[in-house]
């Protein structure tokens, strides 16, 4: 009885700081329809500001309370110039480019908090009075969870009274029901989004002040505490704040009781709770179908085989691959073979992304699958690599089917959602079960002694990645490449005339998958080790940036994508400690200038020449 | 021959009645038209019929057959066709692609993962846009055709599936007067030609009495009045709804 409550209260903690982040990326999505993925930098900004302002202070309640206060203020602030500087220029974007760049913001704000505040966790000296323990049923329980456990609701509180007592707060309800409506109105939008924007990171500011002394400031909140938000914001359905409050007790409850059932098995818990919710209530438990904004319509371009200078350059490409081992060294051919394994996973995540118009955000898991399969095959079974790069497609494509038969029918950024959760807990699992090795991965997963020359092994992924891109190329052009597409356009006309857009799309995930897993196991043997960070969430991000990058409309966009971004990225990472900065500069820089990606931008420009 | 019946249909969202025991039925090669004033349940009809909507009391039967709440992909191989009152259209192809998907599609092929989609079907697409005069333009991309030309290619699309019974929600909507005129004329011809029984809604009279071999006027989710276009012209109770109790000017 006694564990039963104190698990409770420790989940009502929780629930409060999970509700903080939560209720300012809803907020901020019910409004601009942006989906901040920065709202993890902005809460570790906030942790981080938070041990800036409180160690400079005395150690006493009330200038703790001024401290927090200043730190949510801070982080608001930055917010706010965040939004004038980046977003606003942005909102009339497509989707996935706003979530381009506000990765690129999380990749510049790390590399920034880095230098700032250097790498070491920062943790918090408590003073007595955060230290003070509670007798609650003969247990003793930490006063300060206590505190936490009355803010979250005193917070929502605060934000229901704002949005439905104040004219400001109706302006922000209006705009989150239809924000056109409320422009037409003469309403100045500008201001509007920069002040939510504001508030949004205001509140995941204070979450992450609130959250610095039960832990530390670290490197590492940004894209946990992102992966969390996201999942409790789907669940209580996105742009509802009872909502995210429901959706924030329900994990952080989940959460702590989980880890009395099944301490290994909360992160798999989480992801079928949300499962389950999504299945019953695909928008969420509180959330209602979006009005879509209009002037965003989306618009799909036409797509033709590419033109046939593009062919000759992709077949001088061709040839200069097939020539390369024979003139490059060792350490360009294994870039080489690099950029080949990241051409393929880039070009499997496009037949989701592109024809199949389903923006996956853990591509990752299917890449990672591959990968581990054939080190299982390797290592466990001793099966010849052959086995293990037949193994690896096939299963990551099966499982790539099971996971899209219930994921299909889900609209747009909950797909994203749920293919990030999904992939996050696998990165979760296999960095904790023992059969993955854990952190410390698989080792010696070589290829077979016939291939182990660099250049024989260059060959091998030549054939498979640069033919798998080839292969899957022709399927998009086939006539289920053509159906694919058909209810990606218009998926009630595709209906109409007797096509099942969820099967096509299921067939595509696998395909997609199997693509993506053939790469991860070609990476295995390249790499002779699997380690859990080949199904991270940045791993994921790599590929949506190559894709995004190229261009999501044009077939030989994620192919450029692909060398563009393994090119920037040897090369930033031999130059300069600080790539992520440089290089979220410079996808923040390429979405501003080529919303329509590289390959886009040049097919648009080479349309233009030709009139 | 009676290509479609539906018997009694009713439909409610949230409580509020859009459509009540509404019947009728179409004959192969008849032209129907469904007119009625905003918000008089011609849509929802039309959704119950297609599939998009599945309804709460009646059935439908095509040829006999109890198509009652399939999904649009049954009903299109059962032989309903329809074109959506907004004009949807594969945008990122180009108008024969767009015919082809649909034939790849009514041939059961969509699943061929490895053929070349270009070449397959591409004489009968050809010929699905001759005769809705649109094949001068088939290389063009359907995403920025004119308006007009969008209804033509939705109607081959519709076609492609080689129907028995055509739904047309609104199909001259957003039209210039000539070519409303040529689009219903040139449905007129191939419900003649082929027995092709069409179903559509219209708000242009001209359209509707010009074209139409019977009309029924709803109103409010009810069936008040079906007959000759003479008859509809003359009825007294479709003179109240379109003109009010004491309308008298000569309209419609």
Same mark, same amino acid.
């Given at each position: 009885?006694?564990?039963?409550?104190?698990?409770?209260?420790?989940?009502?903690?929780?629930?409060?700081?999970?509700?903080?982040?939560?209720?300012?990326?809803?907020?901020?999505?019910?409004?601009?329809?942006?989906?901040?993925?920065?709202?993890?930098?902005?809460?570790?900004?906030?942790?981080?500001?938070?041990?800036?302002?409180?160690?400079?202070?005395?150690?006493?309640?009330?200038?703790?309370?001024?401290?927090?206060?200043?730190?949510?203020?801070?982080?608001?602030?930055?917010?706010?110039?965040?939004?004038?500087?980046?977003?606003?220029?942005?909102?009339?974007?497509?989707?996935?480019?706003?979530?381009?760049?506000?990765?690129?913001?999380?990749?510049?704000?790390?590399?920034?908090?880095?230098?700032?505040?250097?790498?070491?966790?920062?943790?918090?000296?408590?003073?007595?009075?955060?230290?003070?323990?509670?007798?609650?049923?003969?247990?003793?329980?930490?006063?300060?969870?206590?505190?936490?456990?009355?803010?979250?609701?005193?917070?929502?509180?605060?934000?229901?009274?704002?949005?439905?007592?104040?004219?400001?707060?109706?302006?922000?309800?209006?705009?989150?029901?239809?924000?056109?409506?409320?422009?037409?109105?003469?309403?100045?939008?500008?201001?509007?989004?920069?002040?939510?924007?504001?508030?949004?990171?205001?509140?995941?500011?204070?979450?992450?002040?609130?959250?610095?002394?039960?832990?530390?400031?670290?490197?590492?909140?940004?894209?946990?505490?992102?992966?969390?938000?996201?999942?409790?914001?789907?669940?209580?359905?996105?742009?509802?704040?009872?909502?995210?409050?429901?959706?924030?007790?329900?994990?952080?409850?989940?959460?702590?009781?989980?880890?009395?059932?099944?301490?290994?098995?909360?992160?798999?818990?989480?992801?079928?709770?949300?499962?389950?919710?999504?299945?019953?209530?695909?928008?969420?438990?509180?959330?209602?179908?979006?009005?879509?904004?209009?002037?965003?319509?989306?618009?799909?371009?036409?797509?033709?085989?590419?033109?046939?200078?593009?062919?000759?350059?992709?077949?001088?490409?061709?040839?200069?691959?097939?020539?390369?081992?024979?003139?490059?060294?060792?350490?360009?051919?294994?870039?080489?073979?690099?950029?080949?394994?990241?051409?393929?996973?880039?070009?499997?995540?496009?037949?989701?992304?592109?024809?199949?118009?389903?923006?996956?955000?853990?591509?990752?898991?299917?890449?990672?699958?591959?990968?581990?399969?054939?080190?299982?095959?390797?290592?466990?079974?001793?099966?010849?690599?052959?086995?293990?790069?037949?193994?690896?497609?096939?299963?990551?494509?099966?499982?790539?089917?099971?996971?899209?038969?219930?994921?299909?029918?889900?609209?747009?950024?909950?797909?994203?959602?749920?293919?990030?959760?999904?992939?996050?807990?696998?990165?979760?699992?296999?960095?904790?079960?023992?059969?993955?090795?854990?952190?410390?991965?698989?080792?010696?997963?070589?290829?077979?002694?016939?291939?182990?020359?660099?250049?024989?092994?260059?060959?091998?992924?030549?054939?498979?990645?640069?033919?798998?891109?080839?292969?899957?190329?022709?399927?998009?052009?086939?006539?289920?490449?053509?159906?694919?597409?058909?209810?990606?356009?218009?998926?009630?006309?595709?209906?109409?005339?007797?096509?099942?857009?969820?099967?096509?799309?299921?067939?595509?995930?696998?395909?997609?998958?199997?693509?993506?897993?053939?790469?991860?196991?070609?990476?295995?043997?390249?790499?002779?080790?699997?380690?859990?960070?080949?199904?991270?969430?940045?791993?994921?991000?790599?590929?949506?940036?190559?894709?995004?990058?190229?261009?999501?409309?044009?077939?030989?966009?994620?192919?450029?994508?692909?060398?563009?971004?393994?090119?920037?990225?040897?090369?930033?990472?031999?130059?300069?400690?600080?790539?992520?900065?440089?290089?979220?500069?410079?996808?923040?820089?390429?979405?501003?200038?080529?919303?329509?990606?590289?390959?886009?931008?040049?097919?648009?420009?080479?349309?233009?020449?030709?009139? | 021959?009676?290509?479609?019946?539906?018997?009694?249909?009713?439909?409610?969202?949230?409580?509020?009645?859009?459509?009540?025991?509404?019947?009728?039925?179409?004959?192969?090669?008849?032209?129907?038209?469904?007119?009625?004033?905003?918000?008089?349940?011609?849509?929802?009809?039309?959704?119950?019929?297609?599939?998009?909507?599945?309804?709460?009391?009646?059935?439908?039967?095509?040829?006999?057959?109890?198509?009652?709440?399939?999904?649009?992909?049954?009903?299109?191989?059962?032989?309903?066709?329809?074109?959506?009152?907004?004009?949807?259209? +594969?945008?990122?192809?180009?108008?024969?692609?767009?015919?082809?998907?649909?034939?790849?599609?009514?041939?059961?092929?969509?699943?061929?993962?490895?053929?070349?989609?270009?070449?397959?079907?591409?004489?009968?697409?050809?010929?699905?846009?001759?005769?809705?005069?649109?094949?001068?333009?088939?290389?063009?991309?359907?995403?920025?055709?004119?308006?007009?030309?969008?209804?033509?290619?939705?109607?081959?699309?519709?076609?492609?599936?080689?129907?028995?019974?055509?739904?047309?929600?609104?199909?001259?909507?957003?039209?210039?007067?000539?070519?409303?005129?040529?689009?219903?004329?040139?449905?007129?011809?191939?419900?003649?030609?082929?027995?092709?029984?069409?179903? +559509?809604?219209?708000?242009?009279?001209?359209?509707?009495?010009?074209?139409?071999?019977?009309?029924?006027?709803?109103?409010?989710?009810?069936?008040?009045?079906?007959?000759?276009?003479?008859?509809?012209?003359?009825?007294?109770?479709?003179?109240?709804?379109?003109?009010?109790?004491?309308?008298?000017?000569?309209?419609?």
């Amino acid at each position: 009885m006694d564990v039963f409550l104190i698990q409770l209260l420790t989940g009502l903690a929780g629930a409060s700081s999970l509700f903080l982040v939560a209720a300012g990326l809803t907020v901020i999505f019910g409004v601009t329809r942006v989906v901040n993925f920065s709202h993890g930098s902005l809460f570790m900004l906030g942790a981080y500001l938070a041990w800036s302002i409180l160690t400079r202070l005395p150690p006493d309640p009330a200038w703790y309370a001024l401290g927090v206060a200043g730190a949510a203020l801070a982080t608001a602030g930055i917010g706010v110039l965040l939004e004038i500087g980046l977003l606003r220029r942005i909102y009339r974007a497509p989707e996935l480019f706003q979530l381009l760049a506000t990765f690129g913001v999380v990749l510049v704000v790390q590399d920034l908090t880095l230098l700032i505040w250097g790498p070491g966790d920062l943790t918090l000296p408590r003073p007595p009075w955060l230290r003070a323990f509670v007798p609650i049923a003969d247990a003793m329980f930490p006063r300060y969870d206590l505190i936490l456990i009355v803010i979250g609701p005193l917070v929502l509180a605060a934000l229901w009274l704002l949005f439905t007592r104040t004219r400001w707060g109706t302006l922000v309800r209006a705009a989150t029901e239809d924000r056109d409506m409320v422009a037409a109105l003469g309403v100045d939008q500008r201001l509007l989004f920069t002040l939510v924007f504001g508030l949004g990171a205001g509140l995941a500011g204070l979450g992450g002040a609130l959250a610095l002394p039960d832990g530390s400031a670290n490197l590492q909140m940004d894209l946990s505490v992102i992966t969390q938000a996201f999942v409790v914001v789907v669940v209580g359905g996105m742009g509802s704040l009872p909502g995210a409050w429901l959706a924030a007790l329900l994990i952080a409850l989940l959460e702590s009781f989980g880890v009395l059932l099944l301490p290994r098995a909360t992160l798999v818990l989480m992801f079928v709770v949300m499962a389950a919710v999504l299945a019953v209530r695909p928008h969420g438990l509180l959330g209602r179908p979006q009005a879509p904004a209009r002037e965003s319509g989306q618009s799909f371009a036409l797509i033709r085989p590419a033109s046939a200078p593009l062919r000759a350059l992709a077949l001088i490409l061709l040839v200069a691959a097939i020539a390369a081992p024979f003139v490059a060294g060792p350490f360009l051919l294994s870039v080489l073979t690099e950029a080949l394994i990241a051409m393929l996973f880039a070009a499997s995540l496009h037949v989701m992304m592109g024809p199949g118009g389903m923006a996956s955000f853990g591509h990752a898991a299917w890449f990672g699958i591959g990968a581990y399969v054939a080190a299982a095959a390797a290592k466990g079974l001793l099966a010849p690599m052959p086995v293990g790069l037949l193994l690896a497609p096939l299963l990551a494509g099966v499982l790539a089917l099971a996971f899209g038969w219930f994921v299909v029918r889900l609209s747009g950024i909950y797909f994203a959602m749920l293919t990030l959760a999904f992939a996050q807990i696998l990165w979760a699992a296999a960095s904790q079960s023992d059969a993955t090795g854990g952190d410390n991965g698989i080792l010696g997963v070589w290829p077979d002694a016939w291939a182990q020359d660099p250049r024989v092994f260059y060959a091998v992924a030549l054939v498979l990645c640069a033919g798998g891109a080839l292969a899957l190329r022709r399927v998009l052009f086939s006539p289920f490449g053509f159906a694919l597409r058909a209810a990606r356009d218009a998926a009630p006309r595709a209906e109409a005339i007797g096509l099942n857009p969820p099967a096509l799309r299921m067939a595509a995930a696998a395909l997609a998958g199997a693509a993506a897993g053939l790469a991860g196991a070609v990476g295995a043997y390249f790499n002779g080790s699997v380690f859990p960070t080949t199904m991270s969430l940045g791993r994921s991000v790599d590929a949506l940036v190559m894709v995004l990058l190229g261009g999501v409309q044009t077939m030989a966009g994620p192919v450029v994508g692909a060398l563009v971004y393994t090119g920037l990225y040897d090369v930033l990472i031999r130059f300069t400690d600080l790539w992520r900065l440089v290089l979220g500069l410079v996808i923040i820089a390429l979405v501003l200038a080529f919303p329509q990606g590289i390959a886009g931008a040049a097919q648009r420009f080479e349309r233009d020449a030709a009139t | 021959m009676t290509v479609l019946e539906a018997v009694g249909l009713g439909k409610a969202f949230g409580g509020v009645l859009a459509l009540d025991g509404v019947s009728f039925s179409v004959e192969a090669g008849e032209m129907l038209a469904m007119i009625g004033p905003n918000g008089a349940g011609k849509s929802t009809c039309f959704n119950l019929l297609g599939g998009q909507l599945s309804p709460d009391a009646g059935r439908v039967r095509l040829a006999g057959r109890d198509i009652t709440g399939l999904a649009p992909r049954r009903l299109a191989r059962l032989g309903v066709a329809r074109t959506f009152q907004i004009t949807a259209v +594969f945008a990122s192809m180009t108008v024969r692609e767009n015919v082809q998907v649909a034939l790849q599609a009514h041939h059961h092929r969509s699943l061929r993962f490895w053929r070349a989609a270009h070449t397959s079907f591409r004489e009968a697409a050809d010929r699905l846009l001759a005769q809705v005069d649109m094949l001068a333009a088939a290389d063009r991309a359907a995403g920025v055709l004119a308006y007009g030309d969008l209804k033509r290619v939705e109607l081959a699309l519709a076609l492609a599936t080689n129907p028995t019974l055509l739904l047309m929600d609104e199909p001259t909507a957003g039209m210039a007067a000539a070519e409303r005129g040529a689009l219903m004329a040139l449905v007129r011809k191939l419900a003649d030609a082929s027995g092709l029984a069409v179903l +559509f809604t219209e708000h242009d009279m001209d359209v509707v009495f010009g074209v139409a071999d019977r009309v029924l006027v709803l109103n409010r989710g009810t069936l008040i009045a079906a007959g000759a276009p003479d008859a509809i012209r003359a009825d007294a109770r479709v003179r109240e709804v379109y003109l009010g109790a004491t309308g008298a000017t000569q309209r419609c």
